[in-house]
């Protein structure tokens, strides 16, 4: 069971634009999208996206959640510093009916 | 808003069984939402452990299937996890999360996570 594909690390400055992004195949993230979550430490993960790309409520607009084919991308603008987190994707994969998760992105705001 | 509180001992001998409760403040437990198991090893990223759903169908980590058993007691509202035979590589903290069942939804709500450690 391959898990998803995020990059390790990216690094941003403060109020510039980051994109992170999640590749998988057409079983996960091509079949019913990508959700993503942001993970401080010591904190439960919070859901940033469902997989149709919907924010739950009290989510900023800052963030805002797309995808291509078996891509995902999770873009957040006007970086401030407490966007400094772990970032994760997530998919359900009917190929083995189970949810798979990406490495996550240790995104740094500089 | 649901609370969830996950629960169990944060200490586990190797070769011995794992097992965690989540309670959940709300009567969603009988509603429809799929109720799962997440870790995160130390340093590491998160791991999908398996879900149950209020019909009692279950699915799990094909990496953990063997030793995995995850129960819904809505008597009590609360879910629980069995890991058997751990080892070291099981030490993680470990959470418990919801989704709303259908294919656009994503882990909206989760415990604060309880940490296990698995050590003689």
């Known amino acids: 069971q391959a898990g998803l594909t995020q990059p390790p690390s990216v690094s941003k400055g403060l109020r510039q634009t980051a994109t992170l992004t999640c590749s998988g195949d057409?079983?996960?993230?091509?079949?019913?999208?990508a959700s993503w979550l942001q993970h401080h430490q010591g904190l439960p993960p919070k859901l940033l996206f469902h997989?149709?790309?919907n924010r739950p409520s009290g989510i900023s607009e800052r963030f805002s959640a797309s995808r291509s084919g078996n891509t995902a991308s999770l873009t957040i603008s006007g970086l401030q510093p407490e966007d400094e987190a772990d970032y994760y994707c997530?998919?359900?994969?009917?190929?083995?009916?189970?949810?798979?998760f990406g490495g996550g992105t240790k995104l740094t705001v500089l | 808003q649901v609370q969830m509180q996950e629960s169990g001992p944060g200490l586990v001998k190797p070769s011995e069984t794992l097992s965690l409760s989540c309670a959940v403040s709300?009567?969603?437990?009988?509603?429809?939402?799929?109720w799962d198991w997440i870790r995160q090893p130390p340093g590491k990223g998160l791991e999908w452990i398996g879900n149950i759903y209020q019909s009692g169908d279950t699915y799990y980590n094909p990496s953990l299937k063997s030793r995995v058993a995850i129960s819904l007691d809505t008597s009590k509202r609360q879910f629980s996890l069995r890991l058997t035979s751990v080892t070291a590589a099981d030490t993680a903290v470990y959470y418990c999360?919801?989704?709303?069942?259908?294919?656009?939804?994503?882990?909206?709500?989760w415990g604060r996570g309880t940490r296990v450690t698995v050590s003689s």
């Open positions: 709300d009567d969603s437990i009988i509603r429809g939402y799929s």
């Open positions: 997989r149709n790309n």
């Open positions: 057409n079983q996960n993230v091509g079949n019913q999208g």
């Open positions: 999360a919801r989704v709303l069942e259908g294919y656009i939804y994503g882990f909206q709500d």
């Open positions: 997530s998919a359900w994969d009917s190929s083995v009916s189970a949810w798979v």
